[in-house]
């Protein structure tokens, strides 16, 4: 048997390594507790490596600069490579 993915419209955003976007698109979903920058110390003091530790479903996620941060249906986040959303999302109206 085939079968199609149902449509579901979901909220998502670029992660784009900066903090305050983080706070703007996942604070008016829920809190934004668990969601952690990871950062390493260098000789110029703490430097951000622009990659989020996301807490899952599924257990804790890398999400990139330049991932896609998407809520599911269950009001859940998780990353998405830019090329899987892309053959799988479209924008809706």
Same mark, same amino acid.
């Given at each position: 048997m085939? /079968? +199609?993915?149902?449509p579901?419209?979901?909220?998502?955003?670029?992660?784009?390594? !900066?903090?305050?976007t983080?706070?703007? !698109?996942?604070?008016?979903? *829920? *809190? !934004?507790?668990?969601?952690?920058?990871?950062?390493k110390?260098?000789? *110029?003091?703490?430097?951000?490596?622009?990659?989020?530790? =996301?807490?899952?479903?599924?257990?804790?996620?890398?999400a990139d600069?330049?991932?896609w =941060?998407? +809520?599911?249906?269950?009001?859940?986040? /998780?990353?998405?490579k830019?090329?899987?959303?892309?053959?799988? /999302?479209?924008?809706?109206?």
């Amino acid at each position: 048997m085939k /079968y +199609r993915k149902k449509p579901v419209v979901i909220d998502a955003f670029i992660w784009d390594g !900066n903090r305050e976007t983080l706070a703007r !698109n996942i604070g008016h979903f *829920s *809190s !934004n507790a668990g969601f952690v920058s990871e950062a390493k110390v260098t000789d *110029s003091g703490l430097m951000f490596t622009g990659k989020l530790k =996301i807490p899952t479903l599924e257990g804790e996620m890398l999400a990139d600069v330049g991932d896609w =941060i998407i +809520r599911g249906v269950k009001g859940e986040f /998780y990353p998405c490579k830019p090329d899987i959303f892309e053959a799988t /999302y479209e924008a809706a109206e």
